[in-house]
């Protein structure tokens, strides 16, 4: 039921079920947001939408279990989800794969999955739904990057690529986009204490899933374009991104 | 899967709110059944929308199908002898005037504007300045055809299946889809009306003169200055018009033609009217409509019982005359909130409702007072007595004020038997609804909508809003209502 005067915002996230997606659809419902939260293991999913539920007291998170990989069910899907939400205010895409890797490490597979995952996932999703939001004149899409695609290291080509690419495609979709009202903001956290550090060959200060739901909460809602998470990661970036190559490839990093 | 490519914005007519919605605009009875199929199959409901004039949520029907009727412009019959007129139901008010006034005649009721179509127009029954005289625009259809969603054809009439046809018209686009409509038309000996203007002291001054002017005018409109307080609350002025005899009009050929009626496009001969509004936006806010309000007060003094002509057409379209004109409530937009109360409760009511808005800090811009009498249909906005409408400036600062003031106001209107419009409505919840029309009414729709609905299948923001019963769902139905 929406009243004219005060409906409802609405958001989906894709790739809910843990991590920086389970926190942020937890700062969201705060927020008031209705959402949609969209995730491959249906129990873990089903947990974050019952916690969220029972603390608003109402439905407030509903569940939707897809692979991303399922890039030919995916505007059914976003169709389901518009339907019962009534509108579409913010989309986050969420999904992202990173298998541990090392510097002798070679496994096409494994990196072509997390192309799939972190980039061609996102534009089976982000494709319509930018559409659609151009056609409403007005959203958010957000998509969650990650200092890692600023750079090519040689410890982890396979997730850098992946993640540069995304980064690339919403820096194409915003210029596509902006100037119909929808804003595009990239994501680029640093380490997050989630089930992905696991995998990684380094940890150097990561911070709480929950902290990083809430400074991605206000880059989004002062509608930035680009947010490091946090900020300090935005000049470690800008160091990086510096070095010339013929140094950069001499250096452990 | 629906196309994406029909993904269009609707909005309110208030520019309240607006949603996508899945858009078709067939312009064939067998295009609406292949509507009614594409929905069933994707599960999805189907609103009906005419020329989306809708003030509130009424012709939306967000991230669904919306069925625009807006192409089926078919004037089908027409004969000026008798005055019975057959047109499709995406034909506008404005395409039957221009039609039929060189024979003579014009519509028995029109509302403030032209641009709404037949089919939206009985969708919610309207009315016009003369409802207390002609009723509502349904009290003149002599016959319909309505597409029921299970794909079947019905024909209707006062005498024929009289239940649904009490039902449908009015019951803003739950139970079917007018396809044609047999209207009559009325005899007019002139393109010209008499209008005299009356300054009224106070909201006793107008409602006395209306009822003392009742009997012996045609149309009746007033208009208060929302600004006043104290001893003027409710001062404005009254619009009385009449209408020629037989013979009065030495020359009838010159008024009643298309060329005499329309307004002219420029204003003073050198400002388009299209652009007015530009203008006028600078005047949308509390200081500048004091102002207006205050100066269209002193112009009625002025005029004060002053006799003029005005032809049908600047007469009955006032709304029409500044194109666009909604557009100066952007970006919040307006809502109208029109209240019915009867006559022996009217004064008290007003009187209530013009002083709460202004403990809220919040006097409508626009405010008219209409007189009516009760009309036959189910679902009905009609009393023997009078309507205010106010219009209210949204704004983000005010909007949650004004939607707290506005439910203290369907308070106040239900306290003195009030009821209300489903065209204008963009802020009521279902227990007022609920409580004006009675269980009674709900459960009578509620078994007209399962019979001949069982599908569900037509709803709009507004249906599901206001009247979440009728769209519960029996077990085997498949769509959902959300």
New interface residues.
């Given amino acids: ?7 409802p915002k609405t958001a989906v996230i894709v790739g809910a079920s843990t991590g920086i997606g389970a926190a942020l659809a937890r700062k969201l419902a705060a927020q008031g947001y209705q959402l949609a939260l969209v995730a491959r293991r249906a129990d873990l999913l089903h947990d974050v939408c019952a916690e969220i539920n029972q603390h608003a007291n109402q439905t407030q998170a509903r569940p939707y279990t897809h692979d991303v990989l399922d890039f030919a069910g995916t ?2 899907l976003l ?1 389901q989800i ?6 579409l205010d913010l989309f986050i895409y969420n999904a992202g794969a990173m298998f541990p890797s090392h510097a002798e490490k070679y496994n096409a597979d494994e990196d072509i999955a997390m192309l799939q995952v972190n980039a061609a996932g996102a534009m089976a999703w982000l494709s ?1 739904v930018a ?2 939001m151009v ?3 007005r959203g958010q899409i957000v998509g969650i990057g990650s200092i890692a695609g600023d750079r090519g290291r040689r410890g982890a080509p396979g997730y850098n690529a992946s993640k540069a690419a995304l980064h690339t495609y919403l820096e194409g979709l915003r210029n596509r986009v902006s100037r119909f009202g929808v804003t595009v903001t990239t994501i680029k956290p640093g380490q997050v204490e989630t089930d992905m550090l696991k995998n990684a060959e380094q940890v150097r200060g990561p911070i709480s899933a929950t902290r990083a739901a809430d400074l991605i909460w206000s880059a989004i809602h002062s509608r930035k374009q680009i947010a490091y998470i946090p900020g300090k990661w935005g000049i470690i970036s800008l160091v990086l991104t510096h070095i010339p190559s013929f140094v950069f490839r001499r250096l452990n990093l | 899967m629906l196309n994406s490519n029909h993904l269009e914005l609707s909005s309110a007519w208030g520019l309240t709110y607006q949603a996508l919605n899945y858009v078709h605009r067939p312009s064939t009875v067998e295009g609406i059944r292949q509507v009614f199929t594409l929905a069933k199959e994707n599960g999805r409901t189907v609103g009906l929308r005419g020329s989306g004039r809708s003030y509130g949520d009424a012709a939306v029907n967000a991230e669904q199908i919306l069925l625009e009727l807006t192409r089926m412009t078919r004037i089908l019959d027409w004969n000026p002898e008798t005055g019975k007129l057959t047109v499709e139901p995406g034909v506008t008010i404005r395409d039957i005037w221009r039609y039929i006034i060189g024979d003579g005649w014009w519509l028995p009721v029109v509302p403030g504007t032209a641009f709404p179509t037949i089919g939206g127009a009985l969708g919610m029954n309207l009315h016009g300045k003369n409802q207390y005289k002609a009723g509502t625009l349904g009290e003149h259809v002599l016959e319909f055809t309505a597409l029921l969603s299970t794909g079947e054809l019905l024909h209707c009439s006062p005498e024929k299946n009289p239940e649904f046809f009490y039902a449908m018209i009015g019951s803003f686009g739950v139970l079917g889809v007018f396809t044609s409509i047999t209207l009559q038309m009325k005899r007019i000996y002139s393109g010209q009306m008499h209008i005299s203007t009356h300054a009224t002291a106070n909201l006793q001054d107008l409602l006395n003169t209306m009822e003392q002017r009742k009997a012996s005018s045609d149309y009746l409109i007033g208009w208060i200055d929302c600004f006043a307080k104290g001893q003027a609350l409710g001062r404005g002025q009254l619009q009385i018009a009449h209408e020629f005899t037989p013979g009065e009009d030495p020359n009838p050929q010159r008024t009643l033609s298309v060329q005499f009626q329309e307004p002219p496009e420029e204003l003073f001969g050198i400002v388009p009217r299209s652009i007015l509004w530009r203008f006028i936006k600078y005047f949308v806010n509390p200081l500048g409509m004091r102002l207006t309000s205050l100066g269209n007060y002193l112009m009625g003094l002025l005029k004060n019982d002053k006799q003029g002509l005005e032809s049908y057409v600047s007469a009955n379209f006032l709304l029409d005359y500044f194109p666009r004109w909604k557009e100066t409530y952007l970006p919040g937009g307006l809502i109208q909130h029109q209240s019915f109360i009867p006559a022996e409760h009217a004064y008290a009511g007003f009187r209530e409702i013009l002083q709460t808005c202004h403990d809220y800090g919040l006097p409508a811009y626009l405010a008219v007072v209409k007189r009516y009498r009760p009309d036959p249909f189910l679902i009905s906005y009609s009393v023997d007595g009078f309507s205010m409408a106010l219009d209210f400036h949204v704004t983000r600062r005010n909007r949650q004020r004004l939607q707290e003031m506005v439910a203290h106001l369907d308070e106040i209107v239900l306290k003195h038997h009030g009821r209300f419009y489903m065209a204008k409505d963009a802020t009521l919840y279902p227990h007022t609804v609920s409580t004006f029309l009675g269980e009674t009414t709900l459960a009578q729709l509620t078994a007209l909508k399962s019979k001949y609905d069982p599908q569900n299948l037509l709803q709009t923001n507004l249906s599901r809003r206001l009247f979440p019963q009728i769209h519960i769902t029996t077990p085997n139905a498949q769509i959902e209502s959300n």
């Fill in positions: 039921m929406i009243r004219p005067l005060h409906p505007p059914a169709q518009t339907a019962d939400l009534g509108s319509p559409d659609r056609r409403a004149k």
